[in-house]
Nanobody, 115 residues
Framework: QVQLVESGGGLVQAGESLRLSCAAS????????MGWYRQTPGKQRELVAS???????YYADSVKGRSSISTDNAKNTVYLRINSLKVEDTAVYYC?????????WGQGTQVTVSL
């Protein structure tokens, strides 16, 4: 079993920054990819950013240039920092990892950006 524990969400003002953290624990032997999705009511979950075990990163156009994804492999933790937050960044953010071709998800953390 693999458990993902997210932290760092909350209420922030537009223009501010935040950093989300996700720590993985349990039967972890080889993480292939770590990343973050987000979802708003009535919309499909979208991939925000990801990083492979080789360090290759992906960013959605909506956050490109103002976000950064990183990992602490010793702690099996992935971080997502988003700067210059916008109201449209408001969503539930889900941590996501792939281990041995199996997807695992966190429980989600709410990020609300106010004007």
């Amino acid at each position: 079993q693999v458990q993902l524990v997210e932290s760092g969400g909350g209420l922030v003002q537009a223009g501010e920054s935040l950093r989300l953290s996700c720590a993985a624990s349990g039967s972890i032997f080889s993480i292939n990819v770590m990343g973050w999705y987000r979802q708003t009511p009535g919309k499909q979950r979208e991939l925000v950013a990801s990083i492979t075990n080789s360090g290759r990163t992906y960013y959605a156009d909506s956050v490109k240039g103002r976000s950064s994804i990183s990992t602490d492999n010793a702690k099996n933790t992935v971080y997502l920092r988003i700067n210059s937050l916008k109201v449209e960044d408001t969503a539930v953010y889900y941590c996501w990892i792939i281990i041995a071709q199996t997807d695992y998800w966190g429980q989600g953390t709410q990020v609300t950006v106010s004007l």
